[in-house]
């Protein structure tokens, strides 16, 4: 006997949390990997390297807030915002960046640095003179 309405959802939602519950590594890996691979189609829709220094280290890429941050529950939100075209009010920096952007134009910090990027070498991280 088929299931309808509410008896169907009842059983879709008990179905899907066993399976969670019996396939969590395998759960756990599936999703770690959709949130990378969107993490990263996000970061290319951006440009793919630090709008200051010009790092494009996959690691160390984070999507910034042009203005600061808006609310996103979550990360996932952010990217397929990102993926669906809303791009205007994001762009890409490295973890260094991100934070002078951060002190700089959120919080009113004054100084004046420089940020260089070196690329991947011995030395990988970026180069920052004040």
Request: proline fraction near 2%; charged fraction near 35%; aromatic fraction near 10%.
């Amino acid at each position: 006997m088929p299931l309808h309405g509410e008896a169907k959802r009842k059983y879709q939602r008990n179905w899907s949390r066993k399976y969670r519950i019996d396939n969590r590594d395998k759960v756990n890996k599936n999703r770690r990997n959709y949130r990378k691979r969107i993490r990263l189609e996000a970061i290319a829709i951006l440009g793919g390297k630090c709008f200051n220094c010009g790092c494009d280290d996959e690691n160390i890429l984070e999507v910034n807030h042009i203005h600061g941050a808006n609310g996103e529950k979550s990360s996932d939100q952010l990217y397929n915002r990102i993926r669906r075209g809303e791009t205007e009010e994001f762009n890409v920096a490295c973890r260094i960046c991100q934070w002078y952007h951060y002190l700089r134009e959120l919080k009113g910090y004054k100084g004046n640095w420089t940020i260089v990027w070196r690329g991947i070498e011995e030395n990988a991280s970026p180069l920052c003179r004040s």
